[in-house]
């Protein structure tokens, strides 16, 4: 199991406690933690918007069974995607400068 995915099952059992009535006790520290959560992951996507291709696995090429290379569809060759909450939040500033 990977670090990430740690993580990720982590975020869920917090998930989980702070909805449900698993331990009502728990609940404001769970909210606290998602939301903690959260504030750090929008850092991260503003400072390190892209992540590597998860096709190509940031190399941006393929080799294909006769030797050959070919650029990865996903990414155009440059091995980067932009990564989801960055979306997000491109969007959000493209909505904004549309309704000024
Ligand atoms: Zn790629």
Same mark, same amino acid.
């Given at each position: 199991? =990977? $670090?990430? =995915?740690?993580f990720?099952l982590a975020?869920? &059992?917090?998930?989980?406690? @702070?909805?449900?009535?698993v331990? $009502? &006790?728990a609940?404001? @520290?769970?909210?606290?933690?998602l939301?903690a959560c @959260?504030?750090v992951?929008?850092?991260? *996507?503003w ?5 590597? *291709? $998860?096709? #190509?696995? !940031?190399? &941006? #090429?393929?080799?294909? !069974?006769? !030797? &050959? ?5 996903? *990414?155009?060759?440059? !091995?980067?995607?932009?990564? @989801?909450?960055?979306?997000v939040v491109n ?6 400068n549309?309704?000024?």
């Amino acid at each position: 199991m =990977t $670090p990430k =995915t740690l993580f990720r099952l982590a975020v869920l &059992g917090l998930l989980i406690v @702070a909805v449900s009535d698993v331990a $009502p &006790g728990a609940r404001g @520290a769970a909210w606290l933690l998602l939301v903690a959560c @959260a504030l750090v992951y929008m850092l991260a *996507c503003w400072v390190f918007p892209f992540r590597k *291709c $998860p096709a #190509c696995k !940031g190399l &941006g #090429c393929h080799h294909g !069974g006769f !030797g &050959g290379v070919k650029l990865c569809k996903r *990414c155009d060759g440059d !091995g980067l995607k932009l990564r @989801a909450g960055r979306r997000v939040v491109n969007a959000i500033r493209r909505h904004r400068n549309r309704l000024r």
